[in-house]
């Protein structure tokens, strides 16, 4: 897939969002933790450029701003995850200015208001205002784990309100594939429904349900 051709994927997952991404790609690469977007309405998508930092430590989240590239999803995460700011708005002002396209942070993330007013889409798990230290140095550019789901550099990270997915560089085109098959479906369910018709009846769970109720007089 030449570069062109990546990029016109990753539009085209972020725009159909993480639940789409999630089911076409069937119900793979959920990460099911409790996410929060800093700006709702919020859709990005691009490839992950990681930094599994020190516990409760941020040096690594200094040192992965030299490798970020425009375009890419900045994930920070620790060994364990804890309420300790690993973001705030210094070191957003770098992840704008080099292109970042979102941040996904498994701690905390602090001066919300001023992220917010930078327009740089964050997800994280919380909003607190404990510091870091810069002691440890981490690692950057490693696969790292946000709840059960393994995020390796390069893989595409899809976020938006309803949380955050995880899409395998290896199995980006398939996605793209499965992605337009659910949308037009969806789209051609939705025609229906508008129309009048019920999933209860069209999915023949009326029917079920009425074999029961005679089968249990």
């Known amino acids: 897939m030449s570069g062109a051709q990546h990029n016109a994927a990753v539009a085209e997952l972020a725009e159909a969002g993480v639940a789409t991404v999630y089911e076409a790609a069937g119900r793979f690469g959920l990460v099911d933790v409790d996410l929060e977007s800093l700006i709702p309405g919020t859709r990005v998508a691009g490839p992950a450029r990681t930094a599994l930092c020190g516990q409760d ?15 890419e999803i900045l994930v920070l995460v620790m060994p364990e995850p804890r309420p300790v700011a690993l973001f705030g708005d210094l070191l957003a002002t770098q992840a704008k200015a080099r292109g ?30 404990r510091g870091a230290t810069k002691n440890i140095r981490g690692s950057v550019d490693v696969p790292v784990r946000v709840g059960d789901a393994e995020i390796a550099p390069r893989d595409v990270v899809v976020l938006d309100d309803d949380g ?6 290896d199995r980006v085109d398939a996605t793209v594939t499965a992605v337009r098959e659910r949308i037009a479906k969806e789209d051609g369910l939705r025609e229906r429904w508008s129309a009048g018709e019920l999933s209860y009846d069209a999915y023949g769970l009326r029917a079920e349900d009425e074999v029961s109720d005679q089968v249990g007089r």
């Open 57 to 71: 430590d941020n040096r690594a989240v200094h040192e992965v701003m030299a490798h970020l590239q425009p375009g």
């Open 100 to 129: 970042a396209a979102g941040v996904l942070v498994d701690a905390s993330v602090r001066d919300v208001a001023d992220l917010r007013a930078m327009e740089l889409p964050v997800w994280t798990r919380w909003r607190r205002v």
């Open 164 to 169: 955050v997915a995880v899409v395998p560089t």
